[in-house]
């Protein structure tokens, strides 16, 4: 059983130990510490700018990524993709997936944990989510100043409040997708 449990080695609900790394930049911010990092445990090629948010008492409450640099927007878009993918197929056998899409730029995933006892589609999953296990949100974004290159920034995050918008799609066995699509590169999934 995988489960999802942060990025690039930072465990989400774990104590985050300043001392491990260099801290690039620490501002406390509405009752959170925000940090940038230079490397975190396990780095990724694809990416840069590694931040964390963490509690008052330093408790990891999400981690986050962008690529390296701006890319071909059709690029950017297939690299939203390609990342969505991966995680739904690592992680569909232990969580419920359900999607949200806004305008194409901004994916979210949210990854309700469960049992086999239960039976994830149900409309009111919220009652019978996992006792032992938040719920994670995983937002992707694609986001910069030119209209023709863009970043990827990679968010996940524990799930805090509720989205007011019914869920584009619930994720069912035939949605599940390779995430190496041939399109002519390999995705590097490195602390993913």
Request: proline residues 5%.
């Amino acid at each position: 059983m995988k489960k999802i449990e942060g990025l690039f080695g930072l465990k989400l609900e774990n104590f985050f130990d300043e001392k491990k790394y260099n801290i690039v930049n620490k501002q406390f911010i509405h009752n959170n510490y925000h940090l940038e990092i230079n490397d975190p445990p396990n780095p990724n090629v694809l990416f840069k700018d590694y931040s964390i948010r963490c509690s008052k008492d330093m408790i990891i409450q999400d981690v986050s990524a962008k690529t390296l640099s701006p890319i071909p927007i059709d690029d950017a878009m297939q690299r939203q993709e390609d990342l969505g993918n991966y995680f739904i197929e690592t992680y569909f056998d232990n969580y419920s997936i359900f999607f949200w899409d806004f305008e194409h730029f901004i994916n979210i995933y949210e990854f309700v944990p469960f049992d086999k006892k239960i039976i994830p589609l149900r409309k009111d999953y919220r009652n019978f989510i996992h006792p032992n296990e938040t719920t994670k949100e995983l937002t992707i974004t694609i986001f910069g100043q030119s209209d023709n290159y863009k970043q990827v920034e990679l968010l996940l995050g524990i799930k805090d409040k509720e989205n007011d918008y019914e869920p584009i799609k619930i994720y069912e066995n035939e949605d599940v997708k390779k995430y190496d699509t041939g399109k002519g590169y390999t995705i590097d999934t490195t602390g993913l």
